[in-house]
Nanobody, 127 residues
Framework: QVRLVESGGGSVQAGGSLRLSCAAS????????MGWFRQAPGKEREFVAA?????????RYADSVKGRFTISRDNAKNTVYLQMDSLKPEDTAIYYC???????????????????WGQGTQVTVSS
């Protein structure tokens, strides 16, 4: 079992930046693909970004955040990050960190492809 704890959420004006962190428990973090999802009120949880496990350096983004968000990981700290720049009001949501233990060849973008989830952190962007 892996425990994921997100932090770094908050309120910001449009155009601002936030960096989310997700700390993972356990010693196998480097073997997991990691992802970020978000859920706005009244909407389904949607894919935001994902990053491949070591040694691959591959990431993937939703079209809505491409060029504005950057996912990264520090295996020594068991932490994955989401740097969010040029934030828009439509980025307002609860952001969830997720871990995929399956060792799949590709990089998952669907909820069912992830096995462990954090509790979420709120991001609010005002216009």
């Amino acid at each position: 079992q892996v425990r994921l704890v997100e932090s770094g959420g908050g309120s910001v004006q449009a155009g601002g930046s936030l960096r989310l962190s997700c700390a993972a428990s356990g010693s196998v973090f480097s073997t997991y693909d990691m992802g970020w999802f978000r859920q706005a009120p009244g909407k389904e949880r949607e894919f935001v970004a994902a990053i491949k496990r070591s040694p691959d350096i591959i990431s993937r983004y939703a079209d809505s955040v491409k060029g504005r968000f950057t996912i990264s990981r520090d295996n020594a700290k068991n932490t994955v990050y989401l740097q969010m720049d040029s934030l828009k009001p439509e980025d307002t949501a609860i952001y969830y960190c997720a871990a995929d233990r399956s060792l799949r060849a590709g990089l998952g973008i669907l909820r069912y492809e992830y096995h462990y989830w954090g509790q979420g952190t709120q991001v609010t962007v005002s216009s």
